[in-house]
């Protein structure tokens, strides 16, 4: 039998995690494994009030864990993830999905956490400590607690880009994302569904800290999938991951990720 525990903050309910717990945040991905009869936990914790807040401090964009796609897209402060969170799902989904969800989202999922790699953010946990996403992420299955936001550093406008690549639109989810950053000359390039977890794409970035004329972007494209494991899943094989990836990164640096 499932039961059902609330508390009033993340950190009472961090602390009340334990073996056969889930923490529900919007639950689109909690609650679907209810549904399908998901036997690893039987209780669900909950928070009543989560942190939802979005603002800019001294350390740049602070959104709290419980922001929802539909939060980011209301918050003018969180203007540098708006092209990613409206390619979160549908309406109805982006209204519950969370961006703290989404840093545990599987494949093919977790867009916004490709975002936040790429943009060098760091986690924020319930106990304080704070993570960059990339150790998070390498952590995230023995993880013990809860995150409490996430922190995003300033960029320049103009100096991020997003694609998500998906046979369905709207809705559909990635066949791969894309996200690059460039941040005082330093590029970021990174995958989401060409390995187990949303990953940089190193060889790429190294082309593109020699420049970002012709020449760079395709030598970028062209070591792009060197050290990466594309997924192979319903979705597309890995060879076609592979294959396409180079297409999709040339388009995102020279347009935008327009055909
Ligand atoms: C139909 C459908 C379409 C989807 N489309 C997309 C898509 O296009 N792009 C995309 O990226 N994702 C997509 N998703 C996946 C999912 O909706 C999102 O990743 C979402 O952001 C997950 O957030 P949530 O709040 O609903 O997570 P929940 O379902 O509440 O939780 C998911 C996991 O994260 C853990 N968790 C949640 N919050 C915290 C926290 N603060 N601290 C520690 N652990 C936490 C939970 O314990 C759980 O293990 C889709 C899902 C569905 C069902």
Redesign the pocket.
């Known amino acids: 039998m499932l039961s059902v525990e609330t508390y009033q903050t993340?950190t009472e309910a961090?602390g009340a995690l334990g073996d056969r717990s889930?923490?529900?945040?919007?639950?689109?991905?909690?609650?679907?494994?209810v549904t399908y009869g998901d036997q690893s936990f039987d209780r669900i914790v909950r928070v009543r009030q989560?942190d939802r807040n979005i603002g800019n401090d001294a350390a740049g964009l602070r959104i709290g864990?419980?922001a929802?796609?539909s939060d980011i897209l209301a918050s003018g402060d969180a203007e540098v993830l708006h092209p990613v969170a409206r390619?979160?799902?549908?309406p109805a989904?982006r209204n519950?999905?969370?961006?703290?969800?989404?840093?545990?989202?599987p494949n093919?999922?977790?867009?916004?956490?490709v975002a936040l790699l790429a943009l060098d953010a760091q986690v924020v946990m319930?106990n304080g400590q704070s993570l960059p996403v990339e150790s998070f992420l390498s952590g995230r299955d023995q993880?013990r607690?809860?995150?409490?936001a996430v922190t995003v550093p300033r960029i320049e406008p103009g100096s991020f880009l997003f694609s998500?690549v998906?046979r369905v639109k709207p809705?559909?989810?990635?066949v791969m994302?894309i996200a690059v950053s460039s941040r005082r000359g330093d590029p970021r390039v990174v995958f989401?569904n060409m390995g187990p977890l949303p990953t940089r794409a190193r060889a790429a970035e190294r082309a593109l800290a020699q420049g970002s004329d012709a020449n760079a972007i395709a030598a970028a494209c062209a070591v792009c999938t060197e050290g990466l494991a594309p997924v192979d899943d319903a979705l597309a094989s890995s060879w076609y991951r592979r294959e396409v990836a180079p297409v999709h990164l040339r388009r995102l640096l020279q347009n935008g990720g327009r055909v």
């Open positions: 993340i961090a889930r923490y529900i945040a919007g639950g689109t991905l909690v609650m679907r494994a989560t864990a419980g929802t796609m390619l979160v799902g549908g989904l519950m999905a969370t961006i703290g969800g989404n840093l545990f989202a093919p999922y977790g867009d916004i956490t319930a993880l607690g809860l995150v409490a998500k998906s809705k559909g989810v990635s994302s989401g």
